[in-house]
């Protein structure tokens, strides 16, 4: 895994977008985002939920990317069961994934919990306190009742 500076500017958000990096001297504001490139990004959000729910992460996909926004998303889904399904089966591969999320919000100027029913499990209960406690914008897909 690559570490990176990240401008305090915009969190990183113009090294994701492969802008140079325009150090001077100026360690607040070292991207060329954050120098006036006047480049309009647009905004990236990880969805976040169980995977049961993929019809909910496929429907909040294609919502978001017409609404402009870049997504990040689950990438492994099975339809096997629990016993066959590579996640559960090997916990380092489920570990792993766990990380590979979390680096995901890290990407993410916004988190968007598919708390389909109410339903908030553990993981996606550590992904939501992460996320806050990395000041992301938290919305979710349904409201509390």
């Known amino acids: ?42 905004t990236v959000v990880c969805l976040c939920g169980s995977t049961r729910f993929i019809d909910a992460f496929n429907e909040a996909r294609k919502t978001e990317t017409l609404a402009g926004k870049i997504v990040l998303s689950i990438e492994i889904v ?25 680096r995901k919000i890290d990407l993410a100027d916004e988190v968007l919990i598919l708390n389909v029913g109410g339903y908030i499990g553990e993981s996606t209960s550590r992904e939501l306190a992460y996320a806050k406690e990395h000041g992301k914008v938290i919305r979710y897909l349904e409201t509390a009742k």
Do not use: I
């Not at 990183?12 to 060329?32: H, I, N, Q, S, V």
């Not at 096997?80 to 990380?99: C, G, T």
């Open 78 to 102: 099975t339809t096997q069961s629990r016993e066959h399904d590579p996640q559960f089966v090997n916990p380092e591969v489920k570990a792993m994934l766990d990380e590979l999320h979390l």
């Open 1 to 42: 895994m690559t570490t990176r500076p990240r401008c305090k500017g915009c969190g990183g958000l113009g090294f994701r977008w492969g802008m140079e990096a325009a150090y001077d001297g100026d360690t607040k504001y070292p991207c060329t985002y954050c120098k006036g490139t006047g480049v309009d990004l647009p």
